[in-house]
């Protein structure tokens, strides 16, 4: 969506501060989604050797990125929660900002069939990646929604 597309008029309010507050944050945070929703879109995927390294220098290791599917990975990576959730068989596991849903699919591994991992996302065209992705990896106990 474009700026011409968006629309505030939600937000009235009788207090004209409030509501120039009100539409600044929402104007935020439809920027961030533009910006993420350009990123799924475009053609980045755990194919590229450049997007693989991101994850790396975060400590994934290349056993882990070799369990992806092409589209869960975006070299989005700014941390490991992986590595430091230690996270058991049968437990829940919710993602908030799950993106394309590597970290999902990886932890659906460790709760295995017992446990459920829940990714939640703001930006529809990044939970379209990841449930493309799920079938690859026959991951019944993973589910991404928004
Ligand atoms: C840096 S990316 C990380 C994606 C994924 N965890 C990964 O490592 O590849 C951040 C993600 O969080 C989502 N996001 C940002 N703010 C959010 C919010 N308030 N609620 C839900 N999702 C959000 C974005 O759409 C984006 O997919």
Same mark, same amino acid.
């Given at each position: &969506?474009? /700026?011409?597309?968006?629309?505030?008029?939600?937000?009235?309010? *009788?207090?004209?501060?409030?509501?120039? *507050?009100? =539409?600044?944050?929402? !104007?935020?945070? /439809?920027? =961030?989604?533009?910006?993420?929703?350009?990123?799924?879109?475009?053609?980045?995927?755990?194919?590229?050797?450049?997007?693989?390294?991101?994850?790396?220098?975060?400590?994934? *290791?290349?056993?882990?990125?070799?369990?992806?599917?092409?589209?869960?990975?975006?070299?989005?990576?700014?941390?490991?929660?992986?590595?430091?959730?230690?996270?058991? /068989?049968?437990? =829940?596991?919710?993602?908030?900002?799950?993106?394309?849903? !590597?970290?999902?699919?990886?932890?659906?591994?460790? =709760?295995?069939?017992?446990?459920?991992?829940?990714?939640? /996302? &703001?930006?529809?065209? !990044?939970?379209?990646?990841?449930?493309?992705?799920?079938?690859?990896?026959?991951?019944?106990?993973?589910?991404?929604?928004?």
């Amino acid at each position: &969506m474009g /700026d011409g597309d968006r629309d505030y008029s939600d937000l009235e309010d *009788s207090n004209p501060k409030q509501r120039s *507050s009100k =539409v600044t944050e929402r !104007m935020i945070i /439809d920027d =961030v989604r533009d910006q993420y929703a350009g990123v799924a879109r475009g053609g980045l995927s755990n194919e590229s050797t450049a997007v693989r390294s991101i994850a790396a220098a975060f400590g994934y *290791s290349e056993e882990e990125l070799n369990q992806l599917p092409a589209e869960a990975n975006m070299g989005l990576s700014c941390g490991n929660p992986l590595a430091l959730a230690g996270i058991r /068989d049968a437990e =829940v596991v919710v993602d908030l900002g799950c993106g394309g849903g !590597m970290d999902v699919f990886l932890a659906a591994n460790k =709760v295995g069939p017992r446990g459920r991992v829940i990714g939640i /996302d &703001m930006t529809a065209e !990044m939970l379209d990646r990841a449930r493309a992705a799920a079938p690859l990896l026959c991951a019944p106990n993973s589910s991404s929604r928004r």
